[in-house]
């Protein structure tokens, strides 16, 4: 698939958390994946070079953003919005039963260590059955956004990969979302 990629800066990523579900009109939807198990559900979307995961139990709702899009994105029910550059780590409550706790790594690799992450990453995608979705850039590199997702009994673990050739950028994101009841 050819999808152009506008130049993205590593320091324009950002992780955003709400505490409710953005609509799919607001995104260029490629994929998505849902789990609905026991009491919870779970919903993972991906875009070029960005993602989205919702959980839901009972009544409460936690989303996470990750994005290097600079439109404005609703504030009402946002929680809170962080840079993505270098690593961070994040826990949130979402009221007494839900927990959401992220880890986020970025780096920017020379051209040949980018190749070999992509494809490294890319065949990772595969073999697990996670939604993955290449493309290319406006100079033809190899891009590619992957959410890999296990389910678990109380709780989702996620790992998403975004390769974006241009700068050679490679930002890992890896997301617990649990319910404590």
Not at 13 to 41: C, M, N, Q, V, W
Not at 125 to 136: L, Y
Request: charged content about 25%; hydrophobic content about 35%.
């Amino acid at each position: 698939m050819n999808t152009a990629t506008k130049s993205i800066s590593l320091q324009a990523y950002r992780l955003l958390l709400y505490k409710r579900a953005l609509h799919p009109e607001l995104f260029p939807i490629k994929d998505r994946t849902t789990i609905s198990y026991g009491d919870y559900e779970f919903e993972g979307w991906i875009m070029p070079g960005a993602h989205l995961m919702r959980f839901v139990y009972g009544e409460t709702c936690a989303t996470e953003l990750i994005t290097a899009d600079e439109a404005a994105f609703p504030e009402r029910g946002m929680i809170v919005e962080l840079p993505c550059a270098g690593e961070r780590d994040h826990e949130e409550a979402f009221g007494e039963h839900v927990k959401y706790v992220s880890t986020v790594q970025t780096e920017q690799l020379p051209e040949s260590l980018y190749r070999d992450t992509y494809n490294e990453l890319t065949e990772f995608g595969k073999e697990n059955n996670a939604i993955v979705h290449s493309w290319r850039d406006e100079d033809g590199g190899r891009c590619a956004s992957i959410l890999d997702v296990q389910r678990f009994r109380r709780e989702v673990h996620a790992q998403s990969y975004h390769l974006i050739a241009q700068g050679g950028i490679v930002l890992r994101t890896q997301a617990i979302f649990e319910h404590t009841v």
